[in-house]
């Protein structure tokens, strides 16, 4: 984002001059800013402040300038001006402050963070993180680069000639005074470390190069293809493939009666610059590893994380390469560390272009045993290039053929799949998650993050996503255990943790459907009416019921087919009603419902189309007469296609809670008897719809409501018709 529109957006709520309101957007003129600026200075600096918000604005847009008077425009440059005036050699000019127009002739609604700096590399990506670290939210950034000439106080002498100098301005969120300290002080730090690591750079990198070339000389115990690997891979990191942050070398000296490694303080260069406050590391660790002649070395070089992570240009923990001395013996004396980021280009590179990694990616290849031309053997070339490259770098060959052969397993049979790594040296598990694309969403990956940070015990996790053209997505994670943690992974009762995780309510109604039904007719059912139920009805429903409710609607043969359900919840029963089309009125149900005895509850209305996959879902309020419980009823009904279209129909559930008199629970009891004869038979000829008595494996009262309403208003003879009031209408 370009400086200018920083200005612009800090007053866009104050109002407009006229003057302004009519700028033309194509097209305009910083004139009326240079008058303005004219009129804040002496005849003998109006050139300097012109010329310095020429720089300023220089890129400005048209349709930034409406949004800022001249005025403000002038007296914004003219401040910065002031404030960039005079700046120590090697030091960071940082001022944080709540802008007035008394004070300062502009205003902002936030917080604004001016930092004149030596131009260098990292500076935007390191003020925004030190401020996400303080969890500080920045709304503009502009960070315009310009030239001053000073003098050896640090006096600006002129503006447009001389060293190049970063000029930002940041709007954050609004500070109290007494924040205000801590937010200064956290960006001087990064700055300060942005300012070690850029000095020290070039003397990082010769020391990468110099390393390449004496590891041709020293005893090292590997053999020469390794030997020229590693040298190799030095060279290619200190060509623009890793960024260097710190460096220190290492002797191996006793303490008490254990060997450690010690720092050679005068050594460190950029963040290790000065005395190493950490303590040594035992040589012992570094052997149980794998790092000497007795366990098999076969690389000179240790890659792996830093417990530290980066404050400048990225994110994450740091990456560390360490060039290990060996004595005649094979025992370690001695190591060489480099503490960076690798670069984007680094991790751009194939595998088969990295040194070091190119030949672990033959190994896996090789020993796969699959061509190279066939299917198979493309597939794991596809997987080692699509691999996270941190796995690459620090995976040993065994732990990479195991991770890709384990990869190429899920192209064959879609699933979920974990993969866990420790580091060599214990400070942190990688974690690989394969599962089904359509299943990943942002809820799943916060689920497992927290899965395995209870699991692992961790303390921090960081997490990375790739999403391609693979039916799988990928989810990386690192895991940091809290120190001190004792872990014994059990990767297979992870992998059951994880299927539970991405298990979603779907999964359980499908299974549920192919128990009842077989798994041909399960997964046909699942498929054309499960994945259509709302999100409403998930909700409310456990997938027991949710597989009866959707049996049902399957089983409808058509309009005029009318499925019931009956069952008993604790004191209750629950009346459930599926049609196609059109929903069931309650104004048509109700009255003959109390007549029978019945009470009713809250009644629910779910609709689902299943071809399109809509499904709608609403309910209102119904007043009830005095002294009633309030039910809710179904006002709004699914669009009814035209039966010539094709479209399939909607089926439509409703489901009522009724106090059934207990005489009326059986299938043909005398109450039934008596309501059909005294209530559904006259309300059948007054309607002129003829009488069918019910089926005597079916309740009588259900049949007479289908067999007689056809959708009709049905009441006993004397029984006035109750009507359904709007909302908020009297009825």
């Known amino acids: 984002m370009k400086p200018q529109k920083t200005a612009a957006k800090s007053v866009k709520n104050k109002p407009k001059p006229a003057h302004t309101e009519n700028t033309p957007v194509a097209g305009f003129s910083l004139e009326p800013v240079y008058a303005a ?12 402040a012109v010329a310095f918000a020429a720089d300023f604005y220089k890129r400005m847009e048209a349709d930034e300038y409406p949004h800022h008077s001249a005025e403000e425009w002038a007296a914004l440059a003219g401040d910065t001006l002031e404030f960039a005036r005079s700046r120590k050699a090697g030091k960071a000019n940082v001022r944080v402050f709540n802008p007035t127009a008394k004070a300062n002739g502009w205003e902002s609604p936030h917080t604004v963070v001016q930092i004149i700096n030596d131009d ?11 401020l996400a670290e303080q969890g500080v939210g920045v709304h503009v950034l502009g960070h315009p680069v310009l030239r001053f000439g000073r003098d050896k106080a640090g006096k600006l002498q002129r503006v447009g000639d001389g060293e190049a100098e970063s000029v930002m301005l940041l709007e954050i969120d609004r500070q109290p005074a007494e924040g205000m300290a801590a937010i200064e002080q956290a960006i001087v730090k990064a700055l300060e470390e942005v300012r070690a690591i850029v000095r020290d750079w070039q003397p990082m990198r010769d020391k990468a190069l110099a390393l390449a070339d004496d590891l041709g000389q020293r005893q090292l115990p ?37 060997d450690v490694l010690a720092p050679l303080n005068d050594t460190g260069l950029g963040l290790m610059r000065g005395k190493d406050k950490s303590a040594a590391r035992p040589v012992s660790t570094l052997a149980a590893q794998g790092l000497n002649t007795t366990s098999g070395l076969t690389d000179a070089l240790i890659l792996t994380k830093t417990n530290a992570r980066s404050r400048v240009h990225r994110a994450g923990y740091m990456d560390y390469i360490g060039v290990l001395e060996f004595d005649a013996k094979g025992r370690i004396i001695g190591e060489q560390r480099f503490l960076g980021l690798f670069t984007s280009s680094a991790y751009n590179r194939r595998p088969w272009e990295i040194p070091l990694v190119r030949k672990r990616h033959e190994y896996v290849m090789t020993r796969s045993g699959l061509a190279p031309a066939s299917h198979s053997g493309k597939a794991l070339r596809h997987i080692l290039e699509t691999l996270p ?9 065994e732990e990479l053929f195991r991770t890709a052969m384990g990869v190429l397993g899920l192209q ?11 580091d060599k040296y214990s400070r942190f598990i990688s974690a690989l998650v394969y599962l089904p694309r359509e299943r990943f969403n942002t809820d799943v990956r916060l689920r497992i993050e927290a899965m395995l940070k209870d699991a692992l015990h961790g303390e921090h996790v960081d997490s990375w996503v790739v999403l391609g053209d693979s039916p799988l997505a990928q989810v ?3 895991v940091r255990p ?22 979603n309510w779907q999964d359980d109604l499908r299974e549920a459907l192919v128990s009842g039904h077989g798994e041909s007719e399960g997964l046909r059912i699942a498929a054309r009416i499960g994945k259509a139920l709302p999100a409403g009805y998930i909700e409310d429903n456990s997938t027991e019921i949710a597989a009866h409710d959707v049996s049902q609607l399957d089983a409808l043969t058509g309009p005029d087919d009318l499925r019931l359900s009956l069952q008993a919840v604790g004191e209750r029963l629950h009346l459930k009603l599926y049609r196609q089309l059109d929903d069931i009125p309650l104004s048509d149900a109700l009255p003959m419902m109390e007549n029978m005895g019945l009470r009713s509850s809250p009644s629910v209305r779910t609709a689902c189309r299943w071809t399109t996959r809509r499904c709608t879902s609403r309910t209102s309020r119904w007043n009830p007469p005095p002294g009633r419980s309030t039910p809710r009823v179904s006002t709004r009904r699914s669009a009814r296609p035209s039966p010539a279209s094709g479209t399939a129909m909607p089926r439509t559930m409703a489901s009522t809670a009724w106090s059934w008199p207990p005489a009326c629970t059986g299938a043909r009891s005398p109450c039934c008897a008596a309501t059909a004869s005294t209530c559904c038979r006259p309300a059948c000829r007054s309607r002129r719809r003829t009488w069918k008595a019910p089926s005597p494996a079916t309740r009588c009262w259900p049949a007479c409501w289908w067999n007689c309403s056809k959708r009709a208003s049905i009441r006993p003879p004397g029984m006035r018709a109750r009507r359904t009031s709007p909302p908020g209408r009297p009825s």
């Not at 293809?225 to 006793?254: C, I, M, P």
């Not at 490259?389 to 060959?397: G, I």
Request: proline letters at 3%.
């Open 37 to 48: 600026l004219r009129t804040r200075y002496p005849t003998a600096g109006q050139a300097e």
């Open 120 to 130: 260098m590399p990292f500076l935007v990506d390191t003020v925004t993180m030190a």
């Open 222 to 258: 590997v053999d020469d293809a390794s030997r020229s690997e590693a040298q190799e891979f030095l060279r290619w990191a200190a060509d623009n493939h890793f960024t260097f942050f710190g460096y220190r070398e290492y002797r191996v000296e006793k303490q008490g009666k254990e």
């Open 389 to 397: 490259r941190e796995e690459l770098f620090q995976s040993s060959e």
């Open 412 to 422: 064959e049979r879609v699933r979920s799949r974990l993969f866990l790594r420790r």
């Open 476 to 478: 990386h994670l690192i």
């Open 482 to 503: 809290k120190p001190g943690q004792m872990l014994d992974v059990d990767t297979a009762a992870l992998e059951q943790q994880l299927a539970q995780v991405l298990r």
